[in-house]
Each structure stands twice: as C-alpha cells, then as structure tokens.
C-alpha cells in the first residue's frame, strides 16, 4: 500500500515570488509520481509526471519537480508565481503496473496575493 | 479529442433518491477510474474498468453504489438510496499507458 503526505495545507505567496509545495511519500514498492492542479470546481489538471530517468522533471505553467529517493519526496517547485496560479495542488503516486489507481494526498491550496 | 466528460456538472437529490452518473472516456483509453473527492481533501479510489471488466473495487464502495462500463466504452455509477454523506465530487478518469486524465466532475449534494 502507499500513502500520500503533503506537509502543508495552505502556502500563502506574493505574486512573483517562488514557491515550493512539499510532497512526502511511503511505499514498500517503486512508484511512479504525478502532481495535479485542480481550479474551483473543476477536475485535475496533469502538471507533470517522474516515472524513471532524470530526478528532476519539468512540467506546464513553468513548474518542476524533483524526486529524491532517499527522502522519499517529490517537491513541485515554481521560480516565480502568477495570480492565475492560484489553484489546490495535489501529489499522487501509483506502482508501475498498468492499472493502479492513483493514491493522492490531501492537497495543498496555493494562494497568490498582489 | 475532447477529453473525459462527465455529466450531469451537477446533481441535487433528496436524501433516499437513487441518482446516476456518466462518464465519456477519451475514445482509445481502455482504462477508466471513479474517485470520490470530499470538501478539502483529495480524491480517492472507488473503482477500475478495463474495457468492460471491472478490476477492481474500494472498501469505499459500498453495497449501495454499483458501477458499469457496457462495451468498454462510456461507464456509469449508480448510488442508491443516497445518504448526506454521499455528498461530495464524483470524478472519473480515464487512461490508457502511465498518465491518467480526469473529467471535471460532477458534483453530488445530498439534501
């Protein structure tokens, strides 16, 4: 079984300024990792995916991603927020074999102040 | 391609009312998912088709929700005899390799 940690709830952020909303996961097997963006009342949105190969991925609307192994995290990481980035963000992994469901955090709301 | 549909966005129902959901895959996925998302928390697991077989069922899912996906192509869930804690999003994602992609969820209120 896995399970999904994100550390913190909400992250209030000024407009422009970078950002890093953290991931924490368990699993007794390899998996592979998303992270999700969902508007007010919408479905979610893939931002980006590690599923082998270079620890750090890139994904939409400029933001990455970097799976440490070690510490068993995929932090999403932004050099710079925008308004419009606004959004709860949620951490997902699932086992490589086709099929899995998906097992998500309980989500983090970004906030962007002007 | 249009992406995963669901419909209706939007559902209000008496408490012990049966209602019923429909999903619209991405026409070659042959994978499709039902999540339950509650306010404030992320969604979870409720069950997995492929092509028509279903795989796989939560706990969470209980005797009062069946799901279906005749032919491999469009699934629907049923909630019978609904309950005030059925209120939440109803998600359905579809996929066909690593990536899942979900519709936008329709949004059942119990009253």
């Known amino acids: 079984a896995q399970s999904v940690t994100q550390l913190d709830s909400q992250v209030p952020v000024f407009e422009e300024a970078p950002v890093e909303l953290r991931c924490n996961y368990s699993s007794s097997v390899s998996v592979y990792l998303f992270w999700y963006v969902q508007y007010p009342n919408q479905g979610l949105q893939l931002l980006l995916k590690y599923l082998s190969g270079s620890t750090l991925v890139k994904g939409i609307n400029g933001f990455e991603a970097e799976f440490n192994k070690s510490q068993t995290s995929f932090h999403l990481r932004k050099p710079s927020v925008h308004i419009s980035d606004t959004a709860e963000y949620f951490c997902?992994?699932?086992?490589?074999?086709?099929?899995?469901?998906?097992?998500f955090g309980g989500g983090t709301r970004l906030m962007v102040k002007p | 391609d249009t992406g995963v549909s669901q419909n209706p966005r939007h559902k209000i129902t008496k408490r012990g009312q049966n209602v019923t959901f429909r999903c619209d895959p991405i026409s070659e996925h042959n994978r499709l998912y039902w999540y339950r998302q509650t306010l404030g928390q992320g969604p979870e697991f409720l069950t997995y088709f492929q092509n028509e077989a279903q795989l796989e069922k939560s706990r969470l899912l209980s005797d009062r929700f069946s799901a279906e996906r005749p032919k491999g192509s469009f699934s629907t869930l049923e909630i019978q005899r609904t309950e005030q804690g059925d209120s939440a999003m109803y998600l359905c994602?579809?996929?066909?390799?690593?990536?899942?992609?979900f519709g936008q969820g329709t949004r059942l209120t119990v009253v």
């Open positions: 994602a579809s996929s066909l390799i690593t990536e899942a992609f």
């Open positions: 997902a992994v699932r086992p490589p074999e086709a099929g899995n469901m998906l097992t």
